[in-house]
């Protein structure tokens, strides 16, 4: 069985888990406190960052190639559109949320409020907070954009771009750091994303000293 090495929030962690869990790839999850650079988790990766995927002889890292090599290695159902065109707007979007979103607003809200508590490392930088407040609205109208003229963020069909998008939002929602009456089709295709299989686990996720919000697991929020 897989192995993945991860950390409940991390949005990085939440995409590889649900690209696993849509193709239905049976994989054991393993909270890694990375932070604490165990000698152990080092020699599996010495960069000190989850995701880890250990599957089929495999030991491998970072988050987009590890998806890519899911998606390459099973193929069924697709998370990539076969042209190159589609795929490299799937790329392009995965790219936005993992590094423009994670840097404008998920390391700013989520890091601030979560990371910092349970690594002991301080108090939240309220600068930085307002900092994200201000950007996620800038992002979710982006969204809105995307989605008034097309199905899915990338097309037609669902895919990682939507995967990863999901995976930020749906960490930060944790914490009740998105406002979904912003955009009625933003929030329609998070509760269309959140609805499916693959999601299950997620919902499910507890953090100590971080209770859940009563709107988070809720289908029809």
Request: contains cysteine.
């Amino acid at each position: 069985m897989a192995k993945l090495y991860h950390v409940p929030l991390s949005p990085f962690c939440r995409k590889v888990r649900l690209s696993l869990a849509e193709k239905k790839i049976e994989c054991e999850l393993v909270e890694e406190r990375y932070w604490e650079q165990d000698p152990d988790f080092l020699r599996r990766n010495p960069a000190a960052k989850v995701p880890v995927l250990r599957m089929d002889g495999k030991t491998m890292a970072e988050s987009a190639a590890i998806c890519e090599w899911i998606e390459e290695k099973y193929p069924e159902p697709a998370l990539m559109p076969r042209g190159a065109d589609a795929r490299y707007e799937v790329r392009r979007i995965v790219g936005w949320f993992d590094d423009k979103f994670h840097n404008e607003v998920t390391s700013k809200l989520l890091y601030e409020r979560v990371n910092k508590k349970v690594m002991k490392a301080g108090f939240p930088d309220s600068g930085n907070v307002k900092s994200g407040a201000k950007a996620i609205k800038y992002h979710l109208d982006y969204l809105a954009w995307l989605l008034d003229h097309r199905r899915w963020l990338a097309g037609d069909s669902m895919t990682l771009a939507d995967f990863a998008a999901a995976a930020h939002l749906s960490s930060l929602d944790y914490i009740s750091d998105v406002d979904w009456n912003r955009s009625a089709v933003v929030k329609d295709w998070y509760a269309k994303i959140k609805s499916r299989p693959a999601f299950r686990s997620i919902l499910a996720d507890q953090v100590p000293g971080f209770p859940q919000p009563a709107h988070y697991s809720d289908l029809d929020f």
